[in-house]
């Protein structure tokens, strides 16, 4: 396969599908980042940092950027879940010749130096995309909207491997700010009211 020719959505949607039910999906009992408990965890590292699955990751994102108007000046999200994500889809892009930058948003500013949340080849007036790898109620991206908004970046939509179905969605389209998900559960056969 050459990672610079252009795959058509559907096949790649379904090469995620096969690679988050076979290597991030695990059923249990589980605790979520939200506080809330769920029958399963979705494990998006497990796909993300693995090479063949960040070149699927990093060229499914790009196609549905494409898909969706001119792309972004930059892509980038709330470290340490985007990063991954981050950088398979500027490399990609790379790859595929595309003009794309990337950024990371710390959780703290950074201690020395400029002191800033938002770090990469960004400045003020870009147009942005936050990647997250699995949504439940938004909080992370929405933390990650307002330190873009206030480095001055300008937050197009939110991109996510994975949408729990959990809220997410609501909460931003609440800030006036789209989500697009590359997966949600029911592509891994589960039911939002069996997923807690």
């Known amino acids: 396969m050459d990672p610079s020719s252009p795959q058509p959505t559907a096949n790649l949607s379904?090469?995620?599908?096969?690679?988050?039910?076979?290597?991030?999906?695990?059923?249990?009992?589980?605790?979520?980042?939200?506080?809330?408990?769920?029958?399963?965890?979705?494990?998006?590292k497990q796909v993300v940092?693995?090479?063949?699955?960040?070149?699927?990751?990093?060229?499914?994102?790009?196609?549905?950027?494409?898909e969706l108007g001119p792309l972004p000046d930059a892509v980038g999200g709330m470290s340490i879940g985007a990063d991954p994500i981050t950088a398979a889809v500027v490399t990609m892009a790379g790859v595929a010749g595309v003009p794309l930058k990337g950024f990371m948003i710390r959780k703290e500013p950074k201690g020395h130096g400029l002191g800033r949340y938002v770090e990469g080849p960004v400045k003020a007036g870009n147009r942005v995309v936050i990647l997250e790898d699995v949504v439940t109620t938004g909080g992370s991206s929405l933390l990650a909207i307002d330190r873009a908004e206030e480095f001055g970046l300008s937050v197009d939509r939110v991109v996510t491997l994975v949408d729990r179905l959990a809220g997410g969605a609501d909460a931003f389209a609440a800030r006036g700010i789209p989500m697009e998900s590359m997966l949600t559960i029911r592509d891994l056969g589960i039911e939002p009211a069996a997923a807690s």
């Open 14 to 44: 379904q090469q995620l599908i096969e690679a988050f039910e076979t290597k991030a999906l695990q059923r249990g009992s589980f605790v979520l980042a939200s506080g809330k408990t769920a029958s399963f965890y979705l494990d998006a």
């Open 49 to 66: 940092l693995d090479a063949a699955g960040a070149m699927l990751v990093g060229q499914a994102v790009l196609a549905r950027l494409q």
